[in-house]
C-alpha cells in the first residue's frame, strides 16, 4: 500500500521540471508580448505566404502569376500550407512566432549560463531575463524610432542591413533563431544534436547557408583543438553537409543562370534596384553599424579564451573580410549571398553575453544585499516585466487598429466580396498587403519577387509597365498603358481617386470611394 502511495506522489525530480516548465512558459510568455509581433499579414509575409496560401487554396492565389514562380523557401511554404489545411486559424501563425521567440529567450540565456554561470540563484537569473526582456521590447524600439529614427529600433538585437533573427513577422528568416540553438547545444557539449538546428535553420531560409557553414566550421575548430582527434570534427562535419545537401540542391536550381546577361541582370536589378537597402554597404552603413561592431568587440573581449569567444570572433572576422571583398570589387553574387548577416547572429550573443557579465559582476560586487532582499529584487522584475508585456501588447493592438482602418481597407473588402476566377488585378506597386486580404491575383507590385533570374526580369518588365499607368503625365499616356495592360491579362485596375486616368474608355468604375481608392473594370 505505501508503496502504490508512494509511486502517486510525483518524484522531486518530476515537480522540478514541472516548476522549471511554468516558469519558461511564462517568461517566454511575456518576452513574446513585450516583443510584440506586427499584425497578419506584413511586409515580408505578403511574400513568403503566398506560395503556401495558394497551395492551400486560399482565394484564387493559385492564378497568380507569381505565385507559380519557383519558390526560395519549400519548407516554409509546407509549414504554412499544412497551417492553413489542418487549422484555417491565422492565430497559429502568432503561436509559431511566440515559440520561436522562446527558442530564442531560452538559448540566449542559456549561452550567458553556459559562459557566466546566471543561475547561480533565482535573482541572478530573474535580473538577466529582465534586462533582457528589455533590451529587445518593442517599447524600446518605439522610443528609439520616435528619438532616433528607424535605423536605431533594432540597435541591441537585429544586424545591420535590416537583417535580424526575429523581426516583428513570423516568416523564414525567423528560424534563424536556431542558429542560437546550436550554439547553447554545442557550449553544452552536445556537439552532435548542435547540428540539426543548424540544418533545419538552413533548410526553412537558405540565406542561412552561410552562416552554418561558418558556425559549423568554428565547431570543428574548437573540437579538434581541444581533441586533437579528426574523427568526431569530421563526422560532424559531414552529418551537416548531409543535412543541407538537399535545401542546397534546391537553391542550386532556383538560382541556376539561364544565360550570362540574364543572370548578370536580375542580380543588378536586385541589389540596386529592389533590395539595395539589404545589398549595398554604402547605403546601410550609419552609426547605428559602429555601436553593433563596438558590442560585438567586447563581447569578444569578455568572452576571450572560451568557445563562446570562438563563436564570436570568427564568424565577425568572415562578415568583415567578406563585406570588405564586396565592397572593394562591387560584386553582386557576393552581395546576394549577405555576408553581413552574420551580424544578425552576432548582435543579440553579444548583447546576452555583455548583459550575462554585467549581472554577474553586479552579484559579485552586491550580492549579500540582493540575496537579502530577493522578494523586493524578484518583485521588481515581475512588475518590469509585465509593463512591458503590456506595452508590446499595446503597441500590436494599436497596429492592428491602424491596419483595419487604413483607407484602402474597405476597398480590399469589396475586392475579396465580389472576386471570382479570372480577375488579374492591377494594384498600386506600394499596395503589398493586397493579395492576402482578398485573396485574388495581381499583375505585380513592388514588395514581393521572384528569384529566379528569368523571373526577375519579367517582375521588372510588369513593375515597369505598372509604372507607366500610375505615373502617366496625361490621361492619353495612360489610356495607351491601359491597352497595353489589357492584352497582358489584367481585368481590375485599382486607381487612387482623383487619377488622371480614371476618365479612360475603357474603364468602367464598379467601386467608388472618395478620397480613397476606386476599382475599375478593364474592358477589352
Known sequence: MNRIYRMMIPSEQNQALGRSLVFWVLWIGMFTLAYSQAPLYTSNQNQYFLHGLAKAGFGFLDEDWLANTLDPTPVFTWLVFLSYR???????????????????????????????????????????????????????????????????????????????????????????????LSIYLFLQGRAYWSVIPLVLAATVHPTYLLSAAVLTAVYLGVMLWEQRKLRQPALIGLLALMGVIPILMHTLLVFQPTAGYIINRARELLVEFRIPHHALPALWWDYTVLIKIALIAAAIYFARGRRVGALLWFPFIVAVVLTII???????????????????????????????????????????????????????????????????????????????????????????????????????????????ETGLPVFVEFKSIPYRDVDVLEWYRRVSMAGRLYQAPYQGAGCQALAELSAEGVTHVVLPYDHTVKNCPNLERIYLKFEAYEIHRLLP
Open 86 to 180: 489542418l487549422f484555417a486559424w491565422p492565430p497559429i501563425f502568432y503561436i509559431y512566432f511566440g515559440i520561436l521567440a522562446g527558442v530564442y529567450l531560452f538559448s540566449l540565456s542559456g549561452i550567458a549560463d553556459q559562459l557566466w554561470g546566471i543561475y547561480r540563484s533565482r535573482t541572478t537569473r530573474w535580473v538577466f531575463l529582465t534586462l533582457l526582456t528589455g533590451l529587445n521590447a518593442a517599447a524600446l524600439r518605439f522610443v528609439f524610432v520616435r528619438a532616433l529614427g528607424a535605423n536605431w529600433a533594432y540597435l541591441f538585437d537585429g544586424g545591420v542591413a535590416g537583417q535580424r533573427l526575429l523581426g516583428e513577422v513570423l516568416q523564414p528568416s525567423t528560424f534563424g533563431v536556431l542558429l542560437l
Open 326 to 436: 564586396q565592397i572593394f570589387t562591387q560584386s553582386d553574387t557576393l552581395a546576394l549571398i549577405f555576408p553581413w548577416r552574420l551580424s544578425a547572429v552576432l548582435t543579440p550573443l553579444s548583447s546576452s553575453v555583455l548583459i550575462g557579465k554585467m549581472v554577474v559582476w553586479i552579484d559579485n560586487r552586491f550580492g549579500e544585499a540582493l540575496h537579502r532582499n530577493e522578494r523586493r529584487v524578484l518583485t521588481i522584475c515581475i512588475i518590469l516585466s509585465i509593463l512591458l508585456a503590456l506595452a508590446g501588447a499595446g503597441i500590436f493592438s494599436v497596429n492592428q487598429e491602424e491596419k483595419a482602418n487604413s483607407l484602402d481597407r474597405p476597398m480590399m473588402a469589396f475586392a475579396e466580396e465580389n472576386g471570382a476566377s479570372g480577375q488579374n488585378y492591377l494594384i498600386p506597386l506600394h499596395m503589398q498587403d493586397f493579395r492576402l
